[in-house]
């Protein structure tokens, strides 16, 4: 396939695939607790493959090789784009497809220590994009209005817009708050289970926990079990992390005085002495907002892990830490 095909292929392959996802969005936002029996026929598609392969590719990690040392490029300038995505599909479809272990890469941090990246192989990535394009829709109808992290068409600013705008509007205590360690710390088990209240089919759950549980392979060759958490570096793991971190975001949701309260029911609060809440979050990072007095910040922080807690299984595992100002 020369250039011109390729890029008309897509063309195609774009238009074909955004459809889909708007149907799949529209169907699980119009019923919360319908279960998707049949993706993975989506995910093996070769449309949903070739948008997911031009997004490996134009992505600024695509000239770094996994641990099988291929790169992008390295496969369009041998087997070709073609042939490669055809094997692939034939191996997702025959169930020969499994995921190799993630390349180990220490990334330092401006506190002066390391984050760790797990760079997946080409093959690895690209299934993992097809998984996010079928994925995603699905979870986005769940996800609640004030998560700003790893989220489509929403940035770090328009959470520090939504914040100045609440601060500016009596919510003027701040509950600050971060999941410590929430990548590497993500229990797999409540992942899974809160990926499988949406998703019944089990080709796509087995993908999916064949991934988080692929490992690292260290620069000098040890091989590391990864029992919970899901690397950084890969595609998948902003929606997986924020499927565990909505659970944080559901907690908020359900408080008295919470964000989707009526403007009645917040004024009736306050003539009471009772506080109102709001929430912001990006990634692991988050703020809750209180309308009220110090001490109803200090309750809620001292509440909010009792809560949470009582709710059941939390994906997220790592502390949080968090103090008001």
Known sequence: MNTDELEWALMKAERRVLEIRTKLHRWAADDSHRRFDDLFN??????????????????KGARTAGVDGKTARSIEAGQGVEVFLGRLRTQMRDRSFQPVPVRERMIP??????????????????????????????????????????????????????????????????VEGDITACFDE?????????VR????????????????????????????????????????????????????DEHIA???????????????????????????????????LVFGRRDHAEEFTRRG???VEANGPSPVGGEDKDHTH
């Open 197 to 248: 209240n949406r998703i019944g089919d089990k080709r796509v759950l087995s993908l999916v926990k064949a991934f988080l549980k692929s490992g690292i392979m260290s620069r000098d060759g040890a091989f590391t079990d990864t029992r919970t958490g899901t690397p950084q570096g890969g595609i998948l793991s902003p929606l997986l992390a924020s499927i565990a971190l909505s659970v944080l």
């Open 254 to 288: 359900q408080a008295p005085g919470r964000p989707d309260s009526t403007s009645e029911d917040r004024r009736r609060r306050r003539r009471r002495g009772l506080p109102n809440y709001r929430r912001v979050r990006y990634a692991d990072d988050f703020l809750v």
């Open 42 to 59: 989506l995910v093996a598609d070769p449309a949903f493959l070739l948008v997911a392969w031009d997004r490996v590719r134009g992505n």
């Open 305 to 307: 892990r009792r809560g």
């Open 186 to 194: 993500i229990s797999h088990p409540a992942l899974m289970g809160r």
């Open 109 to 174: 941090k401006a506190n002066g220590k390391l984050r760790r990246l797990g760079i997946p192989t080409v093959a690895d990535r690209v299934v993992q994009a097809s998984l996010k394009l079928v994925l995603e829709p699905v979870f986005e109808a769940d996800f609640l209005p004030y998560s700003y992290g790893f989220r489509p068409n929403r940035r770090a600013h328009d959470a520090i817009a939504e914040t100045r705008y609440l601060a500016s509007h009596g919510y003027e205590w701040v």
